[in-house]
């Protein structure tokens, strides 16, 4: 019959451009990718409405971020009744429109009777469901709501399209929330759940884990639809009779949905707003995938097909199907898994060049201290043979992919340093573990709330809940201010120790407090050169300190709420601030504004960390979720799913090809990045992670927790036993083993002092800090 609109002669006297306009509201209603119906099931669902793994989403996701559900409604699955449907449809648009002959030729090619009842513009859609639909809308005359009348999914449409006619990015609340106006019979949803529960107990076990997952979105997008057409009882008994078979890392999410109860409760609710607009993303085989879909179409079971069609993004990978352990790993957080499609872009992990910097030695001459000093000190010599390897490496960004800061003098003074502690550095391995020094802040009862060291480990900084920043000297040097203005002009310039001359002595002491936060300090920062410090708070700006005055220097204002961490890039210049707000944001220290926003996630971001190379940052949240994305654009280049809780700690393996990430559900998650997979998963701490340093030269993997232990685990180990043929990249998972225990390496108690923060200094000796907690 869609032939008939557009091949057949049956528009003599119809324009044009209406037939146009016919087809397409069609085309994105039926989701037509092409007019050809006959195509056969099995190769449909690439194309199909909810299987999309191909453009038709990308096309429907942008005319509304609310309802995607119009994108094909099963076409050929229904085939006649939802062709008789759309013909009603767009008869009803023609006699709007007084086009009576084009009606009258229309009518007679297609067989109907003369005055078909449909045609009064009652809203007999052929969805058991969908029939009390079209009158949430009263926009009977719009041609877009005639149609969408048509399809299933009904309302949903006709008021989104006024949302994006508007140009807006942000979906509007009513929209969103009119979503719900589809309602089915309240009574028959335990009925509809209880069927597909039961379907899906009965199929065969390979099939059984992954349909299963459909189980708690469908439950919270039926028990919100139920609360917002105000069937309160109907929805109380909903949620008593099913909240007990969702899997137990939901707990949370359903203390929370239990507390709506009325329809005015989801305005306010933003957790709600985004599982509401955001589609819940399903990893299914194509086998389970079909046994689902003939289920529902037997069954008329429209209501759940709606909410499938309409909230759930089903990604359908060909091969055999996951196992429960699978699943399990990836699933937990707000949005379902990542689309595997967002972790197809490529990720320049590689490191960056390091300047080749000739080492200085005290008696030769220079001749000779290239000679000598290369082969002396390992760290150059592959630096500068490694030069032109590394411009074949196509895992590296380019050196000028993004602008970073020229080194000072006093850089490369430190890079030598750096080189000569390198020759010193011990080799880590399962048979030698480092030496661990733990620093317990004792009296804190201002509350220690985050904590950094210098990459040379000669200071120690607390952020604290009284607003306070401390700042400690760990070695015999103490700290002093620069001298007054004054007392700097009788210096002498020209004198070799003139930076020793223009300290304050008198200023010398073992520790400085920085005043200047109105609220608890939770992320602090140095940077590489240690001239400054970064400081974050809940009072909204993240402030940067000079370590040669003690004073602060800017108040960055951005986040209009508390702003949990913060990260120097490791090149300096460049900084990172997560928070409340759910963006991240990045800065260069002068400039007052932020220079990319990073926003995608669906809570706070709780924690911020810069890649080695400085081109990406990776943020982690409490929407259970690690994104990583690339500076130099802005964009989103990876989402990491398999938190079961807000995720604390983040850590990149030295090479920069692996991420480490850490939560409340006190468990470590390995990730590839440059193929974007999970990869490991170690057990072993019983509460929330905070802390995760990797060794110098990425041997072991070092966590700390709020169960007060530090735990060393095998990281060589973890990612070499790696085989390159598991990464599936088709399907997007790996086997992961359970070797947890043979990974673990030691556990170290501290006396009940929760270990916030850990550093490897540069021979490898382990430092942990924490708050003793009496």
């Known amino acids: 019959t869609h032939d008939l609109i557009l091949h057949g002669s049956c528009f003599p006297f119809l324009n044009l451009a209406h037939a146009h306009f016919i087809f397409k509201m069609a085309a994105v209603q039926g989701g037509l990718a092409d007019t050809n119906e006959e195509k056969d099931i099995k190769t449909e669902p690439s194309s199909d409405g909810f299987g999309n793994n191909n453009a038709n989403d990308g096309r429907v996701l942008s005319t509304s971020p609310g309802s995607s559900a119009s994108a094909g409604i099963n076409k050929s699955a229904?085939?006649?009744?939802?062709?008789?449907?759309?013909?009603?449809?767009?008869?009803?648009?023609?006699?709007?429109?007084?086009?009576?002959?084009?009606?009258?030729?229309?009518?007679?090619?297609?067989?109907?009777?003369?005055?078909?009842?449909?045609?009064?513009?009652?809203?007999?859609?052929?969805?058991?469901?969908?029939?009390?639909?079209?009158?949430?809308?009263?926009?009977?005359?719009?041609?877009?709501?005639?149609?969408?009348?048509?399809?299933?999914?009904?309302?949903?449409?006709?008021?989104?399209?006024?949302?994006?006619?508007?140009?807006?990015?942000?979906?509007?609340?009513?929209?969103?929330?009119?979503?719900?106006?589809?309602?089915?019979?309240?009574?028959?949803?335990?009925?509809?759940?209880?069927?597909?529960?039961?379907?899906?107990?009965?199929?065969?076990?390979?099939?059984?884990?992954?349909?299963?997952?459909?189980?708690?979105?469908?439950?919270?997008?039926?028990?919100?639809?139920?609360?917002?057409?105000?069937?309160?009882?109907?929805?109380?008994?909903?949620f008593e009779k099913f909240s007990g078979d969702q899997e137990c890392y939901y707990e949370d999410d359903l203390r929370v949905l239990s507390s709506l109860s009325k329809r005015e409760h989801m305005r306010g609710n933003e957790t709600l707003m985004d599982f509401r607009t955001s589609k819940f993303v399903l990893r299914?085989?194509?086998?389970?995938?079909?046994?689902?879909?003939?289920?529902?179409?037997?069954?008329?079971n429209n209501q759940i097909w709606n909410i499938i069609q309409e909230h759930l993004y089903i990604d359908i990978f060909d091969g055999m199907p996951r196992s429960k352990g699978q699943i399990d790993a990836m699933s937990g957080s707000l949005a379902g898994e990542g689309k595997r499609e967002a972790n197809k872009a490529k990720v320049y992990y590689g490191l960056l060049k390091e300047p080749e910097i000739e080492l200085p030695l005290d008696d030769e001459d220079e001749e000779a201290e290239n000679e000598e000093g290369k082969p002396k000190k390992k760290k150059p010599k592959k630096d500068s043979m490694g030069s032109k390897s590394k411009k074949q490496d196509p895992n590296a960004p380019s050196q000028t992919r993004i602008p970073l800061p020229e080194l000072k003098d006093s850089d490369k003074l430190d890079k030598i340093m750096y080189m000569k502690e390198a020759t010193k550095r011990i080799r880590l391995g399962p048979d030698n573990l480092p030496s661990i020094c733990f620093y317990s802040f004792l009296n804190a009862y201002q509350g220690l709330t985050a904590v950094d060291f210098t990459d040379d480990s000669s200071l120690i900084a607390g952020g604290f809940a009284d607003s306070t920043v401390r700042v400690w000297s760990v070695t015999p040097k103490k700290l002093r201010k620069v001298k007054s203005a004054a007392d700097l002009n009788l210096i002498d310039k020209e004198s070799d120790d003139v930076?020793?001359?223009?300290?304050?002595?008198?200023?010398?002491?073992?520790?400085?407090?920085?005043?200047?936060?109105?609220?608890?300090?939770?992320?602090?920062?140095?940077?590489?050169?240690?001239?400054?410090?970064?400081?974050?708070?809940?009072?909204?700006?993240?402030?940067?300190?000079?370590?040669?005055?003690?004073?602060?220097?800017?108040?960055?204002?951005?986040?209009?709420?508390p702003v949990w961490d913060t990260h120097f890039s490791p090149h300096g210049y460049y900084f990172v601030s997560g928070g409340h707000d759910r963006v991240a944001r990045l800065w260069a220290t002068d400039h007052y504004q932020p220079l990319r926003m990073f926003s995608g996630h669906l809570a706070d971001v709780t924690c911020t960390r810069f890649h080695p190379n400085s081109n990406y940052v990776a943020t982690g949240s409490s929407d259970r979720t690690i994104r990583l994305w690339d500076v130099l654009n802005g964009n989103c280049v990876r989402i990491f799913t398999g938190h079961k809780g807000p995720i604390h700690a983040l850590a990149f393996s030295p090479n920069g090809k692996f991420l480490a990430s850490g939560a409340t559900d006190g468990r470590v998650l390995l990730w590839d990045i440059g193929h974007g997979l999970m990869i490991g998963e170690l057990k072993g701490h019983t509460d929330t992670i905070y802390s995760l340093r990797f060794s110098r030269d990425g041997e072991i993997l070092a966590s700390g927790s709020m169960d007060n232990t530090v735990r060393l685990w095998d990281a060589m180990k973890a990612f070499d036993d790696l085989e390159t043929d598991d990464f599936t990249a088709a399907t997007g998972h790996v086997h992961l083993q359970d070797n947890s225990q043979?990974?673990?390496?030691?556990?170290?108690?501290?006396?009940?002092?929760?270990?916030?923060?850990?550093?490897?200094?540069?021979?490898?000796?382990?430092?942990?800090?924490?708050?003793?907690?009496?």
């Open 499 to 561: 930076l020793e001359r223009i300290m304050d002595e008198k200023t010398a002491s073992e520790s400085k407090i920085l005043y200047g936060h109105s609220g608890p300090v939770y992320g602090i920062s140095f940077s590489p050169d240690r001239n400054y410090l970064l400081s974050s708070s809940e009072d909204g700006t993240v402030r940067l300190w000079s370590l040669q005055t003690f004073t602060c220097l800017v108040g960055y204002k951005g986040h209009n709420y």
């Open 78 to 238: 229904t085939g006649a009744p939802e062709d008789q449907q759309t013909l009603l449809a767009v008869l009803q648009f023609l006699r709007k429109n007084k086009l009576t002959e084009s009606v009258e030729i229309l009518r007679r090619e297609a067989g109907l009777p003369e005055d078909s009842p449909e045609l009064k513009g009652s809203d007999s859609s052929g969805a058991g469901s969908g029939g009390a639909a079209g009158s949430g809308d009263k926009e009977g005359g719009d041609a877009s709501s005639l149609l969408s009348r048509v399809t299933i999914s009904s309302s949903a449409v006709a008021q989104t399209s006024s949302v994006t006619a508007a140009g807006e990015d942000q979906p509007d609340v009513n929209v969103v929330l009119s979503a719900y106006n589809q309602q089915g019979d309240p009574p028959l949803y335990q009925v509809y759940y209880s069927g597909l529960k039961k379907f899906i107990e009965s199929v065969l076990d390979c099939h059984r884990a992954e349909l299963s997952q459909l189980f708690y979105p469908l439950f919270v997008h039926m028990y919100l639809e139920l609360v917002y057409n105000n069937h309160e009882s109907e929805a109380k008994a909903f």
């Open 284 to 300: 299914i085989s194509r086998d389970s995938y079909q046994l689902l879909k003939r289920h529902l179409q037997e069954r008329q």
């Open 742 to 774: 043979e990974l673990l390496l030691g556990t170290y108690m501290s006396k009940s002092t929760p270990v916030i923060h850990l550093h490897f200094t540069r021979r490898n000796l382990l430092l942990a800090t924490g708050a003793y907690n009496p």
